[in-house]
């Protein structure tokens, strides 16, 4: 009895002790400004999902590049979890954890344009008046599929920077980036690219969320995020959350978009409605 009684302490006492290890992406650039938003997300869900799930601790291994990271995943090496844009091939190949990162923010986008080209993207009224423009884009970001799909000619870049620069050069005209990312993105190389701006005035909006995926045999894992993305919902540490973090604190109050121009675009990959997405502020 004594011996029984031993070795369910031990077990117990193992089980308390024992940690997942959940891997995930190092930054894609030294000065990537949403990796410490979206790794810092995780690491909450983890942590207030640890008494039914046990503790968990993160480790990050180098990004080789989005579309890589996909593969792997979808493999099931290397990675455990990611975060990316949702697609029905995203979402075929991999399982999608429902909540939507941004809350449904990632396809409001703002635009980095040259300075000097502001009173341009100003007068811009409608999708015709873009018809002239090339938008820079990333090379498997869905967002370049879509601008195609609503007539807009788009210069697809591999590099954060290297579309940057092709905006200095003339190259592209403006790069779409979330309200809730761009201001921060641009900020951290401003010093390289002094002739950028984030420009708010002008919102182009379409159906597209952020999502932590992970591969299709780990649907515990998916669970266990997002019941605590969930939970940090109810609390209101979420909303908090994004109100304060370097990344996306700028985009708040939303209200202050009220008097944007917006643009709405088509995605052909129709999304379902969320029930945790932003509403966007009426007209003031």
């Avoid at 590099?159 to 309200?179: E, G, N, T, W, Y």
Wanted: hydrophobic residues 40%; glycine residues 6%.
């Amino acid at each position: 009895m004594k011996l029984l009684s031993f070795l369910l302490f031990f077990i117990l006492s193992f089980n308390c002790l024992a940690l997942t290890t959940v891997t995930t992406t190092g930054k894609q650039k030294p000065d990537d400004a949403s990796h410490d938003y979206f790794i810092n997300l995780l690491r909450l869900a983890l942590i207030v999902t640890s008494e039914e799930y046990g503790n968990a601790i993160i480790r990050t291994v180098p990004h080789p590049g989005q579309e890589r990271v996909i593969k792997l995943l979808a493999m099931g090496a290397f990675y455990d979890v990611a975060w990316t844009g949702t697609s029905i091939a995203r979402d075929t190949q991999l399982h999608k954890v429902p909540y939507p990162l941004f809350r449904g923010g990632l396809g409001w986008r703002g635009m980095v344009i040259r300075r000097d080209n502001q009173q341009r993207f100003s007068s811009i009224k409608s999708i015709k008046d873009l018809k002239g423009t090339i938008a820079c884009q990333g090379s498997h970001w869905p967002d370049a599929d879509i601008l195609e799909h609503n007539g807009i000619t788009v210069y697809r870049v591999g590099h954060f920077d290297a579309m940057l620069q092709m905006i200095v050069l003339k190259r592209c005209d403006f790069l779409p980036l979330s309200i809730f990312e761009g201001e921060a993105e641009l900020a951290l190389v401003q010093q390289s690219f002094p002739e950028l701006m984030f420009s708010q005035e002008l919102i182009l909006r379409y159906p597209l969320t952020m999502h932590f995926f992970v591969n299709l045999e780990k649907a515990q894992l998916a669970k266990r995020i997002n019941q605590g993305l969930e939970k940090l919902h109810a609390s209101g540490e979420l909303s908090r959350y994004m109100q304060t973090h370097p990344l996306t604190k700028n985009a708040f109050p939303l209200s202050k978009f009220g008097n944007a121009q917006v643009l709405e675009l088509i995605n052909p990959e129709s999304q379902e409605p969320n029930p945790y997405t932003f509403k966007w502020p009426n007209k003031k």
